[in-house]
């Protein structure tokens, strides 16, 4: 695609207010392949204003109407599925058939979740003798990272249009082109000008204005959890709705009586898949003890197979950051059995699959979200112990538990403090809500959890 030299506000595409401007790069070769502009504070209110505009008329259109216009951007972004595999591709670096059945593909679905949910969610209750009506918070600030670029960005408009909210979007500042695209898509899938409204920019300008704009109802992050922070400290002190999605540390416990090599297999491949960019990644694998061995070598044998096909890291500090992860594992004592902190190519933002065994629980690689392929191995004396290790770091958003029989898995993942737990290999599901127990956030995505993240309830007494 063609990078839009403007920003995306109230219906079209308007020169920014100022004129720096941010380049994109691509990841595979470290080529620029664009530029689009870093919008400032003046952008941001603008964008705003437009928002703020729009939301009385979007407000009250009727679910239906707003479901169609969902409806028509689901088809938009099947039609030009294509193109939103080969920019992500560009951008963020990921192998193209990845891109295309992840990236591009998962949006379509969630996006068509809400045009369905917009249509039969009942935002009208009777309770007693009162009518408890759902209504749609106001201005939304959306700020999103670059592991999932469209995901994340439908994962938080769809919802919001689909609870008649209007939009102002922030994207991550290496993967704007995708942004740009899903603006093109909201075009032309007939949303009115104003309800959808987009600002590329630097975080510490262009977010930090959109996260403090005093007309901004509800904000909604997915990051870092030092970045959330601050952003959770401005929403407290002006009394507005926040949400946060910050990372995790997931476990990958693999009960006594689980198909060993099952599980490692869809582990391995769980953390090495977006090249470990993926916050839900089950960073930890928990092994009996007297499974360990066979479970390394397993595991091993598995991230070798990797090798090539894996895609880079998003950019240079993120693969020195990664880099600087698996010397710190090595330095505290961690046994390597993949990969290691050496580049694999002398072009390219790429970091070798990585798996370490012997890895202990107060270790940092066993306690801080790395972001990279990079899977720490852990043993376990029993049941209780490995509970209290799968529990016992500041994240709690996702996990796997594998047993014999499903209904061990599913006593085990009962006791794990975490907001979703994939039991002997569990399907994705577009529906089921997606969030984070303790440091992991606040608040939910996807489904009908999702949409409520949006409303806001009033009741009439009879
Ligand atoms: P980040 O800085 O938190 O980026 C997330 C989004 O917030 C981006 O749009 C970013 O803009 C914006 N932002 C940055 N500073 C801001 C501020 N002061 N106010 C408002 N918005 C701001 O994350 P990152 O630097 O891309 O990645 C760092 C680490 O965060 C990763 O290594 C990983 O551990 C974690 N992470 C987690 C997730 C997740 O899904 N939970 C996703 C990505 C990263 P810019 O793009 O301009 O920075
Ligand atoms: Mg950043």
Redo the contacts with the bound molecule.
Sequence with gaps: MKAHDGMYIDGAWRPAAGRDTIEVVNPVDEQVIGQVPAGTAEDVDAAVRSARAAFPGWAATAPAERAARLSALRDVLAARKDEIAETVTAELGAPLAFSQAVHAGVPVLVAGSYAELAATYAFEEKVGNSTVYQEPVGVVGA??????PLH?IVAKVAPALAAGCTVVL?????TPLTAQLFAEAVAEAGVPAGVFNLVT????VA??A??EHPDVDLVS????????R??GATAGAAVKRVAL????KSANVILPSADLAKAVNVGVANVMSNSG?T?SAWTRMLVPAERYDEAVELAAAAAEKYGDRIGPVVNAK?RD?VRGYIEKGVAEGARLVAGGPESPRDQGYFVSPTVFADVTERMTIAQE???GPVLSILRYEDTEDALRIANGTVYGLAGAVWAGEESEAVAFARRLDTGQVDINGGRFNPLAPFGGYKQSGVGRELGAHGLSEYLQTKSLQF
């Design positions: 700020i999103t990272p670059w592991n999932y994340q922030k994207p991550a500042e290496d920019g630097l975080g510490p977010g930090q959109l996260a992050f997915t990051g870092s959890t030092a970045v959330g601050r952003i999605e910050l990372g995790g960019q916050c993120q950051r979200e790395i972001f």
